[in-house]
């Protein structure tokens, strides 16, 4: 097949109404494999063809052998009835018919051999044809199935981004509440102390300002060192969470 085939072969399958969307595999080779088909019913056509021609030349060739046994006999009754004359005249219509006869035979035996040609190439082809079709349902399947899988990786990652938002989301939340928390315990403290007390309520002129500012710093410490045990209790809590979420649907 020459390059023009081929570009010819390509923008056809481009440009056929049953192949609007070629980039599918599948419907690409649903098309070459029905253009085999159709040269395979053309070869059969040929095939068909020949073996009408040998037939019919035998038809022929079984008339003019007929003709021939006629003038034979025709040629012994002349010279039967004395009529060497007749006996000739059959016998040169005769001569003329065999030698037809052996055209005859020669364009059946040449018929004959390029029926078996085609017969051989007809066998050929069928076979490649089966093997393609073979491939080409083997091919879609591994096509529609990678196609699924595509949607199911793109479902999953999906969820996944949303997962990992809502993830991020909660732990802000709880972040916020742990901060929360850490202030109103904090304030707790101090009111038990009666730093809030002596400063809101008494406005600060009372008691030793060192003791005080040294009770305000162990306080604090106090609530950094609960604040972070909160901390990394909540996150170890919600690491466990989320394990707990991955192997639950596996596990079912």
Do not use: C, H, W
Not at 236 to 252: F, K, S, V, Y
């Amino acid at each position: 097949m020459g390059l023009f085939s081929r570009l010819l072969n390509f923008f056809t399958i481009r440009t056929n109404a049953a192949l609007d969307r070629a980039e599918d595999p599948g419907q690409v080779m649903d098309y070459s494999y029905s253009k085999q088909l159709e040269q395979l019913q053309q070869l059969r056509r040929s095939i068909a063809d020949v073996v009408t021609n040998e037939k019919r030349l035998q038809l022929q060739q079984a008339q003019l052998q007929t003709q021939v046994t006629t003038l034979e006999g025709q040629a012994r009754q002349a010279l039967q009835a004395n009529r060497e004359d007749l006996a000739r005249l059959a016998l040169q219509r005769k001569e003329t018919l065999v030698t037809q006869l052996n055209g005859y035979e020669q364009q059946i035996a040449q018929i004959q051999a390029q029926g078996e040609k085609l017969i051989t190439m007809e066998r050929t082809v069928s076979a490649r044809i089966e093997a393609f079709r073979t491939q080409k349902e083997m091919v879609k399947a591994q096509y529609s199935a990678a196609q699924a899988q595509v949607k199911i990786n793109e479902t999953v990652t999906g969820i996944s981004q949303e997962m990992t938002e809502m993830n991020a989301a909660m732990q802000r939340a709880q972040d916020k509440v742990l901060t929360m928390q850490a202030r109103a315990n904090a304030m707790e403290a101090l009111i038990e102390q009666g730093t809030l007390g002596e400063q809101g309520l008494l406005g600060g002129g009372s008691g030793d300002t060192l003791d005080r500012e040294l009770r305000q710093i162990s306080a604090q410490q106090n609530v950094d060192t609960q604040l972070q045990a909160l901390k990394q209790q909540l996150q170890l809590d919600g690491a466990n969470a989320q394990q707990r979420q991955i192997e639950g649907p596996a596990t079912e």
